[in-house]
């Protein structure tokens, strides 16, 4: 976990902005297909923070359920990728550090989904998982 006061941030054309506050969790670059489908980049980087300590503060963006479990928001007007929420997990949102205005605060744990990575993806030093990750 990764202590961050506030991270703020929001789509490309600025119609849609929110703001998250207390521990990130869960910060990782996925390789999934449906994450990189719905980005549109070879993988994206996620970091989680509590439900509660998270809202949109200015306009309202359109969800989509990926798949069964999956409910992703983005930028109606834009196309903006910009949260990840499983529907068991209630308490937990996660949000792309692409959309964040200061990124530099998060720094990434591990990488996920790898045996779904684009072949020319050089892994870094990061933990490697072939799934999701394994917890302790």
């Given at each position: 976990m990764q202590?961050?006061?506030?991270?703020?941030g929001g789509c490309l054309c600025g119609a849609v902005r929110y703001r998250a506050s207390g521990?990130?969790?869960?910060?990782?670059?996925c390789h999934c297909r449906t994450c990189r489908r719905a980005s549109?980049?070879?993988m994206v980087t996620w970091a989680g923070f509590d439900s509660d300590k998270f809202n949109f503060t200015q306009g309202q963006p359109v969800s989509y359920a990926s798949s069964q479990n999956v409910v992703r928001t983005f930028c109606g007007r834009c196309g903006t990728a910009l949260t990840y929420r499983r529907l068991d997990l209630p308490e937990s949102v996660d949000l792309t550090l692409g959309s964040m205005d200061d990124p530099e605060k998060i720094t990434p744990e591990d990488h996920t989904w790898?045996?779904?990575?684009?072949s020319w993806?050089?892994?870094?030093h990061l933990p490697a998982y072939p799934q999701e990750r394994k917890t302790k």
């Open positions: 202590s961050v006061s506030t991270i703020e521990q990130a969790h869960g910060i990782t670059h549109g980049a070879p790898t045996e779904n990575r684009i993806i050089t892994l870094d």
